[in-house]
């Protein structure tokens, strides 16, 4: 299923996972329905920021219950590590304010 960015508010998103690429990307999948869906802006388009904080405040004003920061190394081998047999992926909870004005400072 293909979800947009503008049409989140019609479902109930269990959880937020922003994917950390490499050299500064972030992208957006959302759970909805325990199934990991990638976050379209346009039809063509995905969400996609350059910082972390860029990606939290777009989706800051959204009711989501839990976000994780996500961050796969496909570069195991490069240091020394065997080839994968396994996952790396690490998750990191990530809070975000229930009132997202307060939080900026003038």
Do not use: C
Not at 47 to 59: I, S
Not at 75 to 99: C, I, T, W
């Amino acid at each position: 299923m293909k979800v947009q960015y503008k049409h989140l508010t019609n479902y109930a998103i269990d959880k937020l996972i922003i994917v950390s690429l490499e050299q500064a990307l972030y992208q957006a999948l959302v759970v909805i329905n325990n199934e990991e869906h990638i976050v379209w802006d346009t039809e063509s388009t995905l969400v996609q920021t350059r910082t972390l904080n860029a990606m939290k405040e777009r989706f800051e004003t959204l009711t989501i219950p839990e976000a994780v920061l996500r961050q796969e190394s496909p570069y195991d081998e490069m240091v020394g590590q065997a080839s994968k047999y396994h996952s790396n992926r690490l998750e990191v909870p990530l809070g975000f304010s229930a009132n997202p004005i307060t939080n900026k400072l003038h």
